[in-house]
């Protein structure tokens, strides 16, 4: 394979799951058409976050969560970097998580969404979205589970009410004075899978095996849809968690914010991810030898990225 695979989601999943997993064995990532989140929910998304993003600092300060490593509301401009990376990336961004009723056994683990009262229609219109690219992430990860060699199902069980997030990213203009920073650092995902919206924006870029750096370019309404570490993990490195970044744009580009809203989709607080017994055929060294549980596993990496 010589491309990253640009697939449509309405097509068997029989037909798509090799051509998808060949692609994220090889790049990590996938382009990802006719998903099944409507255009007029994806537009409505944007245009919300772009109005919450455009209040003032104070107004959007007021929904930072002190203690809470930015799981719930508002992380601001120059808070995270990327591991090992010695400057922080040149963006903020809002986070929701999954609503879950009150007693749920996982709530421990969650908490709950809080909302900005700024912005109409952003509870109703943000709860939607995530519940369809959690729809759409669930069929992704059944042509997975086909190309695995597992039943089509196996996914559903570990990802059921899963600590799952929706990220509005908003990448201000770049200034001359960034020092070396840039929009997103190299880095790699934590989770199950990643739905990116918004990546037509040039700027995204993956690793390749050979160490090239391969923008990455949807069409419009596409997702680009890449491999988390905790697959990576489960799957023995047979899928990949590539590493990716986000430039910074050139000309007039660099004068124009950036928007994206990428959906980290997670295995459930409690699931233990455990190398698939599928993927230690023909003698294969297990590099996962430790048993680990999702939410163990990425508290410890929440710490390296300056979140937790």
Request: hydrophobic share 40%; with cysteine.
């Amino acid at each position: 394979m010589n491309q990253i695979a640009s697939v449509s989601l309405s097509r068997p999943l029989a037909e798509l799951s090799d051509e998808l997993g060949n692609s994220f064995s090889e790049f990590g990532f996938a382009i990802v058409r006719d998903h099944g989140v409507p255009a007029e929910l994806i537009a409505k998304a944007e245009r919300l976050s772009r109005e919450f993003f455009a209040l003032s600092d104070d107004a959007k300060r007021a929904y930072l969560l002190a203690g809470k490593g930015g799981a719930r509301g508002y992380t601001a401009f120059g808070t995270e970097k990327a591991k090992d990376a010695d400057v922080k990336d040149l963006k903020e961004f809002w986070h929701v998580g999954r609503s879950l009723p009150e007693g749920h056994s996982l709530s421990e683990y969650m908490a709950p969404n809080i909302w900005p009262t700024e912005v109409e229609g952003f509870r109703e219109t943000f709860e939607a979205l995530f519940l369809a690219l959690e729809k759409s992430g669930g069929r992704i990860l059944r042509a997975i589970a086909l190309h695995l060699g597992l039943k089509e199902d196996y996914f559903d069980a570990t990802v059921e009410d899963g600590n799952s997030i929706l990220r509005l990213i908003h990448y201000p203009p770049v200034s001359e004075a960034a020092d070396g920073a840039i929009r997103a650092a190299a880095h790699e995902d934590i989770n199950t899978i990643t739905l990116l919206l918004g990546a037509e924006e040039a700027g995204l870029e993956l690793l390749s095996k050979s160490g090239e750096w391969i923008p990455v370019s949807p069409p419009a309404g596409a997702l680009a849809v890449n491999i988390g570490d905790m697959l990576q993990r489960l799957t023995n490195n047979k899928m990949r968690s590539t590493t990716h970044r986000v430039v910074n744009p050139v000309g007039d580009a660099a004068r124009r914010a950036r928007y994206s809203m990428p959906f980290f989709l997670h295995f459930r607080p409690d699931f233990v991810i455990e190398t698939l017994p599928e993927c230690l055929a023909d003698g294969k060294t297990n590099h996962y030898p430790d048993p680990l549980s999702s939410h163990d596993y990425l508290q410890q990496r929440l710490r390296e990225i300056g979140l937790a």
